[in-house]
């Protein structure tokens, strides 16, 4: 009977350790996963190859508040080039008619060398086609497209056949399954991150 | 009669509707494991719908496997199971 206090005290330390080892093990079984789904294939990245900092940043060329952030996503990367990368992801928003359409214009002119700059186009020019029908916004990009030496008829095309669908597709799929249900929704080095907190949060990460 | 029989095949396709998948993989959704993200819906809308709770239902199986695959993928709870029609295998989740 005078053992019974300790019987239960070893039982209850022993459950408490192969539950604190089951989860421990949970979770780095389940990082690399999650660090994948946060990343990508990196395909559209800038900035640092070996980055201390990195950040992805799930978008969607219609989205207001995305073409809001920019200046400030661009402010971060360009003054420090040398440890962030910076990664773009599509997660065209199903209410805004046009962004997968510009989600796959961006994929066509990345498949040239020109994503980066077709990214600052899309977002410079959103008000001019935001609102058009998905025939005159396919036309409008072609435009784009052509302004910046991508052939035209390539970029219509592309988008008629949907060339880079699976690639926006496999964007969206990542972000479903991190549970992103908004856009912008950012990560610093696998972490969610609010935008007023990134500017501070990357700072700290290169002190 | 003919008008009797045509609207019994409407109910049918409207409770099971065209489920017969045209690729290798089948997908069919887990309703209890279902959040409603819509994520399959926005991946795969010729295949997935959300009905009157906010579930995840069925409504073709006409689209690529790739994209049948990736909208399964997508799913945060993952609530859809993708199965190999012509050997049973299940292929998401693995």
């Keep these: ?207 | 009669m003919a008008v009797t029989q045509g609207s019994n095949l409407a109910s049918d396709n409207a409770a099971e509707p065209n489920t017969t998948a045209t690729g290798k993989y089948k997908v069919t959704v887990l309703r209890d494991k279902c959040i409603g993200a819509a994520s399959c819906v926005a991946i795969a809308p010729k295949v997935f719908a959300l009905d009157s709770e906010q579930k995840a239902v069925i409504i073709g199986q006409d689209e690529l496997d790739d994209v049948k695959l990736l909208a399964a993928q997508s799913c945060p709870t993952a609530a859809i199971v993708v199965t190999d029609i012509e050997t049973g295998e299940q292929v998401w989740p693995k």
């Excluded at chain 1, 995305?66 to 990368?85: F, G, H, S, T, Y």
């Excluded at chain 1, 949907?162 to 908004?182: I, N, P």
């Design chain 1, 1 to 207: 009977m005078k053992n019974i206090p300790l019987l239960l005290g070893t039982i209850l330390a022993t459950l408490a350790l192969v539950v604190g080892v089951a989860v421990i093990f949970s979770k780095k079984a389940n990082a690399p996963i999650e660090m994948t789904r946060v990343v990508g294939d990196t395909t559209n990245a800038t900035g640092s190859a070996q980055p201390v900092a990195t950040i992805v940043e799930f978008s969607d060329f219609q989205c207001p508040a995305c073409k809001a952030v920019q200046p400030l996503v661009k402010e971060i990367v360009d003054k420090n080039l040398d440890k962030v990368r910076f990664i773009y992801r599509h997660y065209p928003l199903p209410q805004h008619q046009n962004a997968q359409l510009a989600a796959l214009a961006a994929e066509t002119a990345a498949s040239v060398g020109k994503f980066w700059q077709y990214h600052d186009v899309l977002f410079e020019t959103q008000s001019d086609w935001e609102k058009l029908s998905n025939d005159d916004a396919a036309k409008k990009f072609a435009e784009y497209a052509q302004s910046m030496g991508i052939p035209s008829e390539l970029m219509q095309q592309s988008l008629k056949t949907k060339t880079f669908e699976q690639r926006v597709l496999k964007d969206m799929s990542d972000a479903g399954a991190l549970g992103v249900s908004s856009t912008p929704t950012f990560y610093l080095n696998g972490q969610k991150m609010q935008i007023d907190q990134l500017q501070a949060a990357v700072e700290n990460l290169l002190k």
